[in-house]
Every structure is written in structure tokens, then in C-alpha cells.
């Protein structure tokens, strides 16, 4: 079935500094992402939904690009902030039933 | 607006005691409903969905139940706890045809 990697599992940065997470999904098919945001002791934060026909989707502060032919999807913080700390999880929700998720990036921007 | 609450905040229980975590979403009807289980560490898996009132199809049972006795309520439970049933219990809610999942603010379980 299919399987989503994620890394890294923890990042550090620098305030300032950007950060990159990358996840590597396997099924050709697959063509609907989600980008999650979880913070300490609270649910998944929905920050951005990527489709196959849109390669480059840009957020607050963040970028998004998919790569179908390397079958990748990356988020790319820029100018990481103190309150960018958590954890980010990508999601294969092709089936939007059945839910694939990474095993999520720790993110640590110290000031 | 929809707000999706999950029930109770946290809950320490004891192996083989009962457990019965609720979600309720309020302001959309006929939502689907969806169960996930997170480890200690963070990975999540998905346990269960149901896209109407009495209907539950399960991803991933790990020895837990779910129920949907109305369309707004969503039940996870089981009757005998197990040590590995710790962990953060996730309600996410999403439109008919749409993808993306909304999530509740979770439910911490600690099983003794």
C-alpha cells in the first residue's frame, strides 16, 4: 500500500533561518496533500492542501512544491519565527477516506 | 462555524477497565467522522471513519470499537483497556467530496 516518508524527524534552525521538510510518497496515483501544523498537547492545524495540478502553493511565511516526477512534496519555511516550533506532519489524502500520514518533523526555531 | 469538540481532556484508566471517548461536531451537518490514534513520539494512525449515522468502517482496530449514534456524535471505546491504548486520541470531521480533515483538540489516555 502506500507509504509516506517524511524527514527529517527533528530540525533545528536558527530564528531567521529557513527550514525544509521533505516527504516521499510512493503511489504514483496519488495526487491530494495536506500539510498539518501540531502544536503541544493540541490537534493537527490544517495549513495548506496541495493538488497534483497545482505545483507551487504559498502560505504565510511558507512554501509548498510538489514533485511528481521524484514523486516529493516539500514545505519550506522561510524566515522561521519562534512560534514555528511544533510538529509538521504531510498527508496523503488521495483516498479521502483512508488517510496516509508521515511520522512528522519536529521543528525547533531558537531565537 | 464548526466547532468539533472531543471529550473528556484527559483520562487515566486502568488495564482491563472500560473506556468510552466522545466528538461532537456542531454547526455542519452530515459530516464524515474519523478516529486516529497517536502514539507517544507522534505518529498517527487512522482507526476509524463513518460517513453517515450508524455506519463505522475501521482502518486499524487495535482491539477498539466505534460507533456514530447520531450525526453529530461520534463514540471510540472499548471494554477492556490495554497499556498500548495510551496515547492522544484525534476527531477530525470533513465535507462529502471535499478532502481536507479538520481536527479536534484531541484526548490525552493514559493507561496504568
Known amino acids: 500500500g502506500e507509504q509516506v516518508e517524511q524527514r527529517p524527524p527533528h530540525l533545528s534552525v536558527r530564528e531567521g533561518d529557513s527550514a525544509v521538510i521533505i516527504c516521499t510518497y510512493t503511489d504514483p496515483n496519488s495526487y491530494y496533500f495536506f500539510w498539518y501544523k501540531q502544536e503541544p498537547g493540541a490537534g493537527l492545524q490544517l495549513l495548506m492542501k496541495v493538488f497534483s495540478s497545482t505545483e507551487i502553493n504559498e502560505g504565510q511565511g511558507f512554501t509548498v512544491l510538489l514533485n511528481k516526477k521524484d514523486k516529493q512534496l516539500s514545505l519550506n519555511l522561510t524566515a522561521a519565527h519562534p512560534g514555528d516550533s511544533a510538529v509538521y506532519f504531510c498527508?496523503?489524502?488521495?483516498?479521502?477516506?483512508?488517510?496516509?500520514f508521515g511520522k512528522g518533523t519536529h521543528l525547533h526555531v531558537l531565537p | 462555524a464548526q466547532t468539533i469538540h472531543q471529550w473528556p481532556v484527559a483520562e487515566i484508566k486502568a488495564v482491563g477497565s472500560p473506556l468510552s471517548l466522545g466528538c461532537t461536531i456542531k454547526?455542519?451537518?452530515?459530516?464524515?467522522l474519523y478516529w486516529y490514534w497517536q502514539a507517544t513520539g507522534g505518529t498517527l494512525q487512522q482507526l476509524f471513519y463513518?460517513?453517515?449515522?450508524?455506519?463505522v468502517e475501521s482502518v486499524v482496530q487495535l482491539n477498539l470499537s466505534a460507533s456514530r449514534p447520531k450525526d453529530d456524535q461520534f463514540i471510540l471505546s472499548t471494554e477492556k483497556l490495554l497499556l498500548s491504548h495510551s496515547g492522544f486520541y484525534l476527531c477530525?470531521?470533513?465535507?462529502?467530496?471535499?478532502?481536507?480533515?479538520?481536527f479536534g483538540p484531541g484526548t490525552r489516555l493514559t493507561v496504568l
Open positions: 454547526g455542519k451537518s452530515s459530516p464524515n
Open positions: 463513518s460517513i453517515t449515522v450508524g455506519q
Open positions: 477530525a470531521w470533513g465535507r462529502l467530496g471535499v478532502y481536507e480533515q479538520y
Open positions: 498527508a496523503d489524502d488521495t483516498n479521502a477516506y483512508k488517510v496516509i
